[in-house]
């Protein structure tokens, strides 16, 4: 079972600037799509971005030109570039990877807090 573990996070504060990683625990291939996810508490789990393998991108409205989710290789699948933050932007972001057939991977999270 292949797992993923994001890093990155921590405090920042307002306007500031983050990098987040995931890493797999093994390569990954016939991968149909990487995403970025997040949960506030009291929240749902919301997409943050998600970019497929012909490097299609969506972004949630609130992040839209100030995240940047990229490709990275088959151990370290995807990054999420984030900057000028908020403190709304406080949350535990989850990476999540999906391939053509049933896998789909969740990483356990990375708390990123953004102080005002």
């Known amino acids: 079972q292949v797992q993923l573990a994001e890093s990155g996070g921590g405090l920042v504060q307002t306007g500031g600037s983050l990098r987040l990683s995931c890493a797999a625990s093994?390569?990954?291939?016939?991968?149909?799509?990487m995403g970025w996810y997040r949960q506030a508490p009291g929240k749902q789990r919301e997409l943050v971005a998600i970019i497929t393998t012909d490097a299609s991108t969506k972004y949630a409205e609130s992040v839209k030109g100030r995240f940047t989710i990229s490709r990275g290789n088959a151990k370290n699948p995807v990054y999420l570039q984030m900057n000028s933050l908020k403190p709304e932007d406080t949350a535990v972001y989850y990476c999540?990877?999906?391939?053509?057939?049933?896998?789909?991977?969740w990483g356990q999270g990375t708390q990123v807090t953004v102080s005002s």
């Open positions: 093994e390569s990954i291939f016939g991968i149909r799509a």
């Open positions: 999540n990877v999906q391939q053509w057939s049933s896998g789909n991977y």
